[in-house]
């Protein structure tokens, strides 16, 4: 009876812990977007922070934007489930940084203003491109909203320690799980409304120190309670794991080998080729990470902060491996899948599993998960404000300032459009982060980046290296990779007809990937290559006038 009534008290202190800390960031970032809302007064400022970031700065908020909950749960999941496989995120994920550095960064700083759409319209027709880019920038960003939001939503039952057949303030598990995504949408439309970018920037640089900090920790916990000692920490991981010495091989989840069913193989192996590919090229192509390049004030800034970000992102995907292993060595892999199916809670489980090591009892258990629970919030509050603010932006900029109001659109306008925006978008993701409850975070973020590297990628190399490339080649390259990804998803495995999908009880699946990049990046290349050949409109000058102001800077904003 006594240890009943202690496990209680241990559970009301982590409840009470973790509302605290949470409320505690959520009021400092609050007054961080309230103070940077008094400094917002241009649309330059709204978009582009007034371009006033150093080049270590913005290297932190991008690294802030980029480890986000399918960095921090996301991935240690993954790996806690799958070992070696796991860890291809984020493999995959760090090396698409050089891809953005050495191809997109400078290039893009220099030649456009507030998004992605400023360096494709510049020597094309305005009207249907900045629809295009409009179109594709707000699907990629909804696509990683939702990745977030269901990420709050793991964390939320297993912080109030709800248990079937338990309640907090009358809610059960799901209804809890619903109320934190409605919650998350609005303080995130908040931070963007009223704090723009600025706000936005202070709060991920924050959340990135708050983030690095309590990944070292974990990670140097983890290790100690192996005396340093990295085969016992793996031999105890295969252990718990369920799975053996295969947890610490290639083929749990991706390029199984199916004995008698060669088909069935080569999907998978494929799927894992089609992931790496997303992946590695989807960053280049994301809007919420291109438009912080527009944050600083040079070209030089813009390359310092990106090798700031693979530093500090490198550093943090290497604490990954110690957090997904250590998941699987402390906590095991019954009690990871018990709490969450898809592995989303193992970084906070293992928080727990630490706290009672080294603190004692529950009550260290709940201390420490309070804390990394609420580091994992301030991750994802900040995150989702960078996407919410990418989509409203382009929305007000590209398609209201350019579209429908032609370029004579008002400063002020065009920011009280983009606040509308950022409101509607939240609606949006707040709606179908609801349905999307039962998948990984991580492979939700992975569909996000292949819909990015199908639609986005092609059109901004295009538009930087290819002298012919016109207007009917960047339409069709982004709705041609756009269309091809998000058709291919609808009809895979992770939608319909797989027990983890989207509708495990319906099943309309004929595409057997479930990431679909190595279909449909090629798609929107060739798109974007017919595009152009189809039309023979073509403007070398201004080919020219940009490929001088990419590489020298000369004229950018």
Known sequence: MSTVLAAEAGDTTARNLTITLFLVFVAITL????????????????YAGGRSFSGFQNGMAIGGDYMSAASFLGIAGLIA???????????????????????????????????????????????PVRTAAAVSTITVSIFYLLAQMVGAGALVALLLGIKPGTTFLGMD????????????????????TVGGMKGTTYVQIVKAFLLMTGAIVMTLLVLAHYKFNLSSLLGDAAEQSGKGAAFLEPGLRYGVETPGDALKTFYSKMDLLSLGI?????????PHILIRFYTVPTARAARKSVLWAIGIIG?????????????????????ITAQDKAGNTAAPQL????????????????TLLAIIAAVAFATILAVVAGLTLASSSSLAHDFYANVVK??????????????????????????????????????????????????????ILYSLFWKRFNTSGAVWAIYGGLLAAVVLVFFSPVVSGAPTAMFPDHDWHWFPLSNPGIISIPIGFLCGWIGTLVSKEHDEDKYA???VRSLTGAGAH
Do not use: C, H
């Open 545 to 547: 006038e940009l490929e």
């Open 173 to 192: 598990a799901d209804t809890a799980k619903v109320a934190t995504i409605i919650l998350v949408g609005a303080l995130m439309i908040i931070y963007v």
């Open 81 to 127: 489930l799958y070992g070696y496989d796991g860890f291809l995120y984020s493999i995959g994920f760090l090396v698409a940084w050089l891809v953005a550095l050495l191809l997109v960064a400078e290039l893009l700083r220099n030649s456009g203003r507030y998004t992605m759409a400023d360096v494709l319209a510049f020597r094309m027709r305005q009207r």
């Open 278 to 286: 997303a992946l590695v090229l989807g960053t280049a192509g994301l």
């Open 31 to 46: 007054a961080i977007t309230v103070w940077a809302s008094r400094q917002t007064k241009t649309a330059t400022d709204f």
């Open 406 to 459: 032609n370029g004579q659109a008002s400063e002020r306008q065009e920011v009280n459009v983009a606040r509308i925006s950022a409101l509607v978008i939240g609606a949006i993701s707040i709606v179908l982060s609801i349905f999307a409850q039962s998948l990984n975070v991580a492979f939700l973020v992975a569909l996000a980046f292949a819909v990015a590297a199908s639609g986005n990628l092609p059109a």
């Open 351 to 366: 928080a727990e599993a630490l706290g009672i090591d080294f603190l004692g009892g529950d009550l260290g258990g709940a």
């Open 315 to 335: 550093t943090f995907y290497l604490l990954t491996l110690a957090l997904g292993f250590g998941a699987a060595a402390l906590v095991g892999g019954q009690a």
